[in-house]
């Protein structure tokens, strides 16, 4: 008899589990009635360590907080005040790059045939893009950043992920407006 | 390794060798590490290192193309070997062969940890081992065209000798890779060759050894035996890796680990990167647990670039691998759940706990899994007040609760006995010759572990005990996981409290890195077993040659021992108990 | 996510009011959309987070995909989760002829989609969709458990606008429509590319 006992130890492991949601539930329910367990006060608690009952994220609903240094794909930063992009063309992002997903095209004055201290064209290549962060990381203007931005599923992969500089923009806009920056 | 450590001899290793191998040994020059041992002697060098001076471990074996002379060397191959004794670092014994046709004795008979390396040696770098019993490719596939290492040969995409490549900027068209090849395809074919009219290789799939071992007949017990494939696709394998098996009835007389499913070229797009950009592809080497590698990789370098470390970045990368230790064996242990047929609810509890280290990860370096965190001389970032109270949380409270419900779960359960006591019992000197590492050799009652035998980072610091098992089979090695999950906590407990304040890295990290000429082992007790990163600098901006000596590869190799006379169902289990990730293995 | 479809297809005169195809359509796709059995198949670190995602926390079974099936002749997804090598490429798509129509091949990662940071390796295809018909891409390296979420419900959303009269699985003549195995030569040896590799080699071989 001896023999099964430490099964039924394990066992009760799971029904503790399962005994743990339903009181987990029923706390919500009187600090806050039905519903309460799902709502926005009530997921960081439910996502700590001092989460208990059921794990879930309820994805399409609710979202998980990212949090702040969470990096997905980058993005360019443009100037408030002209428009302009904060890119000066200096190429660290482009020889940093461990994948070399990043192209710039340097713009050169049409006059003079100088370079110019901004870009003509810049790509990123998200397909191949391996999220390290180290453009950002060692742009020495701040002019490139990690975005947040993650759901880019698309049905077709050449046009949907090669970035050309004005979607790289958007892209910063659309994060700027979030972050306050 | 099981072995006291035998005395330095008093005139110095090198003289002792000298004077006992007249001609054979001559200390490597600056600023190569160790010795230049004669190819025709290397055996005897060898035997002569594990028997009288305690050198039971070959942690790596390597090679290193030098096409060009180097240092008044001349155009070689070079095989570079670490030996090591039970505490301290490494004896490097280099061989030279010829670059024409690269020929080196086989270091097998002496120490079987090299069958797999050696393998890879022949595979990707086409040096050929006299007397290896099975010198076959490993992770290409026979009839591959070439040797990729080499430094002469070029993969399709190929485009620059380093990155970064000058086609980026300033003049950056985007252009993909496939459209700089004529078949718009990675692919590339010798000179001549057509499709049309040509067969695959017969030995392509790699039965050859199997089909003799099938042909044999058990006189007892005369039954027709057969080959079995099990995976790449299979759910218990772990990941892409293939076994192949020969039954006899259900026993298993043979079992052969077919391994390169994953092979993704890191070491050779390594030497392609600059040495910073290496970091974010050593996250893909285990990814289950990028911290660690991370933390080998930046030791390795750091040894070649001579930085001070800030005590608080130390701390940190203590809290990070400790945490990633936690993580990976609280996996591995579910899985062997999943593998048992216990389906996912271990598991499940596993992941809901990883989940939460990933948060941590995610708050403190950005990323769940592809953490990218160290930097050589530090860390990328601080760990906020925030993160420092989560890692607490999870460190005192919820963690150590999650093992008393894994020991609840499996230790003590009859079921999970009576499939794991006494099955895949792995000698330990059976497992020190295989160079097996990590809690495969702990569970064969082996204390060996990196962080006390040359004790990195801040290891030497902390309170912690090395956990070994007694009968070496699946279920100690549970044990050794279970126990080793308690000490992490115990570190992390430590470090968590002592944590000091200040910089977390030494200087700014620089994009373009240069690394004074040399070469470098750097090793770590990654949660699979010991992480050796071998890397040769020629003082560029990109490392000359960079090998990973992956603990889930040479751990591999003693598959067959373990497995031979048991049951096919036990062929999961004991899979699971080695622990491997195929991104480690495959590189 | 492109805006639904509700446009009805024509049904012939003499037919009207005895056959309804827009609700079988509606009812087939949300019966299919629901019951979306994924393939138990890991290659790479991506394989990994798809785990994650189908762990307790982001658990997918809230869409009726639960159930991930080892063998390919029950599952109708097939999520490329990592690297695809070439030495592993003949077993995907092995595993992907066995699967029976209609299925449907989500490709995760950046490794799956283009070969990713690894496509310059001499032993990694450059994106499966060079070999299997991708229908959704689901960048990141390894993309979160939300936007593999996302990925899903992209082809939910694919699946929504289909129907049953234009679908290629349903059409006739198409017999065989099972992806030819390439072959470990001296590379891969995609038979599909014979004559570009001839006439690439001729030259070559009368330079010789």
């Known amino acids: 008899m001896r023999a099964s006992l430490y099964v039924l130890k394990a066992f009760a492991v799971t029904f503790r589990r399962f005994v743990e949601t339903y009181i987990d539930d029923l706390k919500w329910f009187f600090k806050g009635g039905f519903g309460k367990r799902y709502s926005p006060e009530a997921l960081p608690v439910r996502q700590s360590p001092k989460g208990r009952g059921v794990f879930t994220v309820q994805y399409p609903a609710e979202r998980l907080p990212l949090p702040e240094r969470f990096r997905a794909f980058p993005y360019l930063v443009y100037d408030e005040e002209t428009g302009k992009p904060r890119c000066t063309a200096c190429g660290t992002c482009a020889r940093v790059c461990p994948p070399q997903c990043i192209w710039i095209v340097r713009a050169t004055d049409p006059e003079t045939g100088k370079p110019l201290r901004e870009p003509a064209e810049f790509h990123i290549d998200i397909s191949i893009c391996m999220n390290c962060g180290f453009c950002a990381e060692f742009c020495p203007f701040d002019a490139i950043k990690m975005g947040q931005e993650i759901e880019l599923a698309a049905f077709e992969r050449h046009k949907a992920f090669l970035l050309d500089k004005e979607r790289l923009l958007r892209i910063g806009e659309k994060k700027g407006l979030e972050s306050g920056a | 390794m099981a072995k006291e450590v035998t005395p330095e001899p008093t005139n110095g290793l090198t003289a002792h060798l000298q004077e006992r191998f007249p001609g054979a040994v001559e200390p490597a020059p600056e600023p190569y590490q160790g010795l230049i041992v004669s190819r025709d002697r290397l055996v005897e060098v060898a035997t002569y290192l594990r028997d009288e001076l305690g050198y039971s471990y070959l942690s790596s074996v390597t090679g290193v193309d030098y096409p060009e002379g180097t240092n008044g060397l001349p155009p070689r191959f070079e095989t570079v070997y670490h030996l090591f004794q039970p505490t301290g670092g490494p004896l490097v014994l280099h061989v030279h062969a010829d670059r024409e046709d690269p020929t080196v004795p086989s270091l097998v008979p002496v120490f079987p940890s090299a069958l797999f390396q050696e393998r890879e040696a022949w595979d990707l770098m086409g040096i050929r081992f006299e007397g290896h019993p099975d010198l076959r490719r490993i992770l290409l596939w026979e009839g591959f065209d070439g040797h990729p290492l080499r430094k002469d040969w070029h993969e399709p995409y190929y485009e620059q000798e380093h990155k970064p490549f000058d086609s980026r900027f300033p003049e950056g068209h985007p252009v993909p890779a496939e459209e700089r090849t004529p078949l718009k395809q990675n692919l590339r074919y010798p000179p001549g060759w057509s499709p049309r009219g040509w067969r695959p290789m017969a030995d392509v799939w790699g039965y050859g050894p199997h089909d003799e071992v099938a042909q044999q007949k058990n006189p007892a017990h005369p039954v027709d035996r057969v080959v079995l494939n099990m995976g790449p696709h299979h759910p218990s394998t772990h990941g892409v890796l293939r076994l192949l098996v020969t039954l006899e009835g259900e026993t298993i007389q043979k079992i052969e680990p077919i391994v390169g499913f994953l092979h993704r070229c890191h070491e050779k797009i390594g030497e392609r990167n600059t040495w910073l950009g290496n970091m974010p592809y050593t996250d893909r080497l285990d990814y289950v647990c990028s911290m660690s590698n991370n933390l080998g990789y930046a030791i390795a370098v750091e040894k070649l670039l001579d930085v001070e470390v800030p005590e608080r970045a130390e701390y940190i990368r203590v809290i990070m691998a400790e945490f990633t230790r936690f993580l990976n064996h609280a996996v591995s242990i579910g899985f062997t759940g999943n593998d048992l047929g216990i389906y996912f609810t271990a598991m499940l509890y596993a992941l809901e706990e990883r989940e939460l280290i990933l948060d941590l990860f995610e708050m403190t370096a950005g990323s769940r899994m592809m953490c990218n965190y160290m930097r050589f001389g530090g860390v990328a970032h601080d760990m906020s007040e925030e993160a420092v109270a989560l890692a607490r949380e999870l460190a005192f409270e919820r963690l150590p609760r999650f093992v008393d419900k894994l020991e609840a779960f499996f230790t003590d359960n009859e079921l999970f006995r009576a499939r794991t006591i006494g099955v895949g019992v792995l000698p330990p000197d059976v497992a020190v010759a295989y160079g097996c590492t990590g809690p495969l050799l702990r569970g064969s009652g082996v204390p060996y572990d990196v962080r006390r035998a040359e004790p990195y980072s801040i290891y030497s610091e902390f309170d912690f005990d090395i956990v070994t098992g007694t009968n070496g089979d699946v279920y100690d090695r549970y044990l050794v996981r279970v126990g080793e999950m308690r000490q992490s906590l115990r570190i992390l407990q430590q470090a968590l409290n002592r944590l000091p304040g200040g910089p977390v890295i030494a200087s700014k990290p620089k994009a373009t890195l240069k690394v004074p000429p040399g070469e470098a082992y750097g090793r770590i007790e990654a949660p699979k077993g010991e992480l050796g990163y071998y890397i040769v600098s020629d003082g560029g901006t990109n490392p000359y040659r960079y090998h990973v000596r992956a603990p889930s590869f040479i751990n591999l190799a003693v598959m067959n021992e373990l497995c031979r006379g048991h049951l096919i169902a036990d062929v999961v289990i004991i899979l699971a108990s080695i622990d491997i990730t195929m991104g480690e293995v495959d590189r | ?208």
């Open chain 3, 1 to 208: 996510m492109p805006p639904r479809k509700r446009q009805l297809p024509e049904i012939p005169p003499e037919l009207v009011g005895t056959v309804h195809i827009t609700p079988i359509d509606a009812i087939y796709n949300w019966a299919r959309k629901r019951s979306l059995w994924p393939i138990f198949f890991g290659l790479a670190c991506c394989a990994f987070e798809m785990i994650g995602t189908f762990a307790s926390r982001f658990d997918p079974s809230r869409f009726g995909m639960e159930i991930m099936r080892a063998s390919p002749r029950q599952a109708d997804l097939m999520i490329i989760n990592g690297t695809v090598t070439k030495k592993m490429l003949p077993q995907v798509i092995r595993l992907y002829n066995q699967m029976p129509e209609p299925k449907y091949v989500l490709a995760m990662g950046a490794c799956a989609i283009s070969g990713g940071p690894f496509k310059e390796g001499y032993n990694v295809v450059s994106g499966i969709d060079k070999f299997l018909p991708v229908d959704v891409y689901v960048p990141g390296c390894p993309p979160r458990p939300e936007a593999l979420l996302h990925g899903f419900l992209t082809i939910h959303a694919k699946m929504e606008r289909e129907s049953i009269r234009d679908l290629r699985w349903y059409r006739k003549g198409e017999a065989d429509r099972s992806i030819p195995v390439p072959e470990l030569g001296p590379d891969l040896v995609d038979w599909r590319l014979t004559e570009q590799i001839e006439a690439l080699q001729q030259p070559a071989a009368s330079n010789q």
